[in-house]
Nanobody, 115 residues
Framework: QVQLVESGGGLVQPGGSLRLSCAAT????????MGWYRQAPGKQRELVAT???????KYASSVKGRFTISRDDAKNTVYLQMNSLRPEDTAIYYC?????????WGQGTQVTVSS
């Protein structure tokens, strides 16, 4: 079993920055993809960014150039640095770990961008 615990969400003004962290515990395989998804009120969950165990990254077009995903495999932790935040980035952000046939999710952390 895998547990994912997110932290770092909060309230920030437009143009501000936040850094999300997600620590994974349990059975972590060497080959995996870690990522961040988000869900705004009344909308479907969408991909924000993913990173493979060899460092290949993928970003949603709406966050490219503003968000940076990274990982520390020694700590089994994935990060999401979010800069130049906009009101439309407001959502619950979920951490995800995909390995073999398993798909694990965190409980989510709220990010609110508002003046």
């Amino acid at each position: 079993q895998v547990q994912l615990v997110e932290s770092g969400g909060g309230l920030v003004q437009p143009g501000g920055s936040l850094r999300l962290s997600c620590a994974a515990t349990g059975s972590i395989f060497s080959i995996n993809v870690m990522g961040w998804y988000r869900q705004a009120p009344g909308k479907q969950r969408e991909l924000v960014a993913t990173i493979t165990n060899v460092g290949f990254t993928k970003y949603a077009s709406s966050v490219k150039g503003r968000f940076t995903i990274s990982r520390d495999d020694a700590k089994n932790t994935v990060y999401l640095q979010m800069n130049s935040l906009r009101p439309e980035d407001t959502a619950i952000y979920y951490c995800n770990l995909q390995q073999e046939i398993y798909d694990s999710w965190g409980q989510g952390t709220q990010v609110t961008v508002s003046s």
